[in-house]
């Protein structure tokens, strides 16, 4: 049971560039986010999905896009990478959304020059 | 925005100590958890308890919620080495959205051997 995965783990994109954080679980959760993690911010919301089909921004949504097509994956996409998106990204998934443990990725730490 | 706020930011204690951290929030809920992580690592769930629940314990682990003054504290007894790292309370909000967990900044925790 591999839980959550994440790739790649690190990253370097120059600005501008664009990349797919992908995201599986394997645990047929329906519920899946991504949050980022900056220093002395914790984890803010991004995007998530109630399950395939379906996604929703988060908190702070603006230069990522998602979708879930299938329960095991939820991609992250940065369209334009920026500096301001240096950050390690985290994905989650959970039987049901808050109301029950979230399973972490391990996370992708992303460098934007 | 952030929801739950840890306190204190920064805990350093001797091995064989208790350890105890205290989460406030702002919003109602229907449930918080606790969450380890690891240096570089992702999150881990520790506990979680109900709005309607006052006390749980889990292992060396024991978590009040006191839900009129909206705040939360996580025990670790007898602390060891292992200890070491940053702890997370989570809540999700009781208005029926999907929206996910909204983590605070953290407790960074350092046991001394």
């Given at each position: ?93 959970s039987?049901?959304?808050?109301l029950t443990e979230a399973f ?10 | 925005?952030?929801?739950g706020?840890e ?12 350890a105890t951290m205290n989460c ?5 809920i229907?449930n918080l958890q606790w969450y380890r992580q ?5 999150l881990v769930h520790l506990i979680l308890i109900r709005s309607?629940e006052r006390e749980k314990h889990s292992g060396r682990l024991r978590v009040t919620l ?6 939360s504290s996580l025990l670790i007894t ?5 200890d070491?790292a940053?702890y997370f309370c989570a809540t999700d ?8 967990l ?5 407790t ?6």
């Amino acid at each position: 049971n591999a839980g959550v995965t994440q790739t790649p783990k690190f990253q370097v994109l120059k600005t501008g560039q664009s990349m797919t954080l992908q995201c599986a679980q394997d645990m047929n959760h329906e519920y899946m986010s991504w949050y980022r993690q900056d220093p002395g911010m914790g984890l803010r919301l991004i995007h998530y999905s109630v399950g395939a089909g379906i996604t929703d921004q988060g908190e702070v949504p603006n230069g990522y896009n998602v979708s879930r097509s299938t329960t095991e994956d939820f991609p992250l996409r940065l369209l334009s990478a920026a500096p301001s998106q240096t950050s390690v990204y985290f994905c989650a998934s959970s039987y049901h959304y808050g109301l029950t443990e979230a399973f972490f990725g391990q996370g992708t730490r992303l460098t934007v020059v | 925005s952030q929801q739950g706020e840890e306190d204190p930011q920064a805990l350093s204690i001797q091995e064989g100590e208790n350890a105890t951290m205290n989460c406030s929030y702002k919003t109602s809920i229907n449930n918080l958890q606790w969450y380890r992580q690891n240096s570089g690592r992702g999150l881990v769930h520790l506990i979680l308890i109900r709005s309607n629940e006052r006390e749980k314990h889990s292992g060396r682990l024991r978590v009040t919620l006191d839900t009129s003054k909206k705040s939360s504290s996580l025990l670790i007894t007898a602390s060891r080495a292992a200890d070491t790292a940053s702890y997370f309370c989570a809540t999700d909000g009781s208005g029926g959205g999907a929206d996910g967990l909204t983590f605070g900044k953290g407790t960074h925790l350092i046991i001394q051997p």
